[in-house]
């Protein structure tokens, strides 16, 4: 496992994200989605977009992109760098935005990923990620299925909240 920051996106940092979703997706998204996205960061951990970089000696590797709402986070996007997959970077970046999801106290965070993509889907099982659903035809470039994926963080959040909200028993 390689050893990266955590680090709030920034503007400065778009054109290297372009890079990695240029190699990596048939549809990537475009500069102007990133910072319609980068537009709607409430900051804290209020609702709207969060999206933060994995950087490695200077270098940005990866980046995860996440929607609070109410009482869960939608994952929109997380990748790594070819060069750089199967070294500790997208794990270390959805522990993150776990990590994250909890100190906001949600409930749950979903996904959708292509039917196709059966590395991705060993990926989120191994976080305890769950298949509840499937949406046919969804990605418009290809047609393909997308599979929905959920994490209950329940357990978590409730005993962060009761941690919390229970007096010191010393």
């Known amino acids: 496992m390689i ?3 955590i680090e709030p996106l920034k503007a400065s940092h778009i054109s290297q994200i372009l890079e990695i979703e240029e190699t ?3 549809t990537p998204w475009t500069r102007g989605m990133f910072e319609q996205e980068l537009a709607e960061d409430p900051g804290g951990d209020g609702p709207g977009s969060h999206a933060f970089v ?3 000696r200077g270098r940005l590797v990866g980046y995860a992109l996440a929607w609070f709402v109410e009482d869960g986070v939608h994952l929109m996007n997380i990748a790594v760098c070819k060069e750089l997959q199967r070294k500790g970077v ?3 970046l959805l522990e993150d935005l776990i990590e994250r999801a909890v100190a906001a ?3 749950v ?3 959708e990923v292509r039917a196709g993509n059966k590395a991705a889907h060993e990926f989120y099982t191994r976080f305890m ?3 509840y659903g499937v949406r046919r035809g969804y990605y418009a470039d290809t047609h393909e299925d997308a599979i929905l994926m959920a994490l209950d963080l329940t357990e978590l959040t409730e005993g962060r909240r009761r941690g919390k909200e229970e007096p010191n028993a010393e």
């Open 3 to 5: 050893e990266v920051k």
């Open 24 to 26: 990596l997706f048939p």
């Open 54 to 56: 994995a950087m490695h």
């Open 90 to 92: 997208g794990r270390i």
């Open 105 to 107: 106290k949600k409930l």
């Open 109 to 111: 965070i979903i996904l």
């Open 129 to 131: 990620f769950i298949r």
